[in-house]
């Protein structure tokens, strides 16, 4: 317990303890948590009372021998039992006497095998031991082009096996498990797309998100069970009652059975503080959990419980990383380095200062560091830069790059305005609470802000003309419309509210209404809004269930949006209002991003793959005739929103270039790493 070594003695405190609870049917030690039963080894002695009143003197005091904590004191030998043994004692019935002689006798023939077994030279402490692992032979950890963390490689409870995302192409990402004893990893078919994998408390089985869907799997192989819907996950935990908690990119942390059903609230969120909660990990009560809110652009590790009606959680440290509980620390991330500090968990208190576990670990857009622990004291964690930078920049249609565009930026979303001319974007500054938009003038190389919040300020599309923006943002606590000018004059103007997180996308040519799409319940809908004095949205017919990203055709008469309706994402096009003929126009699944060329001839997405498609559109009547879809490049890095957008000729594309670091950064594996603590 305390890391030093262990010798014969130790043999002989251990045959104490067993023999203790064999004649007491109660642990000589006991506490919460492992730590708590270690914490009870070193400072309390066992309840002597809990010995049966019949126990033999001389068990009594051979127990005590064996028990002592100071090894000095402890019987040097199992053989100086008998000397403990042989002392006289009061007579005591027959009956009994024999009973507990018998029961000596046989506990001390077992010891002394043991101890014959284990007389040894004493060994050396365990060592902490490094490593590296390499992702799998053409593969790279994560997800390619990600916009977000995909999920840092998870470490089983028993440290045994280790569970990580890798792609090993263009739209080609799937879970892989590797036993550590093991030199090879083996994928799990059915988990392609999948992203924050994390272990049942067994490890016989994993939680992941793919599809917007919360889904399991048995960890060996074997058919994927779909447990509900979680649009936008950030993470998931599983206790073994068999529930599970989980994180979506808006809304309050989701509850629900490990066998599937209707996910409900966990963790109650304050509206006017503009609230997420994300990353969720269970302490070893499996009542409470650790999760991380971001209010107003600042982040804290919370404490929240299943039990009871959700509540607000309870403030841990003003930290905005995902935090884990192991061995008595807490672990977290900041600013590039993994800290840890100890922690009660019974009483949810620190109980000492926070000290640098490992440097460089990698941290994304401030919030997620790429690291798991296990029960059995081993940590896993991925080098890298503790910031997303893209390049913005012109492609022709082959993917060749024609020019940059300004200086690299965690760039988010972004619009092009009608004239090509300038570009409207949102950028990450600080962490994932704050997002503010920019204005990027192309010709003149300038970049202006646009909008000044504490908080998420983003999804910009442009008026027809040109002259104002619509976006959407979370300063009331929910994600609302709201527009500007785009020349920077004059203060935002709030458009549109309600109690649903809303994402602008399209605006009809005529300048007199916007597409916007809402979720709700786990479900989108999509809207109509019209640019009016206190306007009110208007449902889209359903033509379609879990509709987003719709887009007018530049004649308004049809749109063209993503659906899941098929149990996979695909993009199909529809008449407007409703009541028309309807089109897929993707095939084999699609990241959807539909954009309509702005004459009307060709309408571009994202396929599968994250490659970028265009299908050519023709008006024929009340139908569109449509060719088949032309592969053009990729792949596009995928961040949450518009990632792509179409000069007015259709000939060029502005996207982000691809990464100049390599993605392929390997793990690094540290066993026993509470023992590096004390060097």
Known sequence: ARGKPAGKRADIWAFGVVLFDMLAGHSAFTGETVSDTLASVLKTDPDWTRLPAATPPRVRRLLRRCLERDPGKRLRDIGDAWIEMDAPEEAVPARRSVMWIALAAVSLLAAIALAAIHFRETPPETPVVRSTILPPDKSVFGRMGGSMA???????????????SATSGPGKSAIWVRSLDALTAQPLAGTQGAEFPFWSPDGKSLGFF????????????????????????LGGTWNREGTIVFSVYSG?????PAAGGSPSPAAAMDPSQRERHWYPWFLPDGRHFLYTSFTAGEGAILLGSIDGPPGPGKSLAAVPSNAVYSAGFLLFGQEGTLM??????????????AFPVAEQVAIVNNTFAYFSTSENGTLVYQRGAAQVTRQLAWFDRTGKQLAPLGEPANFRPFGLSPDGKSVAISVMEGGAGTQNIWIFDIGRGIRSKFTYGRGVDAHPIWSPDGRTIVFTSNRK??????????????????LYEDNLDKTPTGWSADGKSVLYYANSGGESTVSVLPITVNPKP?????????MIQAQFSPDGKWIAYSSNESGRTEVYTAAFPGGGSKRQISTNGAGGVPYWRRDGGEIFYIASDRNLMAVAVKASGASLQLGDPVKLFGPIPAIGGTNYQVSPDGQRILTFAAPQESPNEPLTLVQNWPASLKK
């Open 150 to 164: 995909s999920g840092a490689a998870v470490l089983s409870p028993d440290g045994r096996r280790l569970a990580f």
């Open 210 to 233: 793919a599809d917007n869907k919360l889904k399991r799997i048995d960890a060996s192989g074997g058919p994927v069970l779909t447990l509900c819907t979680a649009p936008g996950a």
């Open 252 to 256: 309050p942390l989701l509850r629900v």
């Open 340 to 353: 840890a500090r100890p922690f009660h968990a019974a009483s949810a208190t620190f109980t000492g200062d």
């Open 477 to 494: 606590g929910h994600f609302d419309l709201y527009r500007k000018n785009a020349d920077l004059s004059g203060q935002e103007e709030l």
């Open 538 to 546: 208007t449902a889209v017919a359903r033509t379609s269930p879990g």
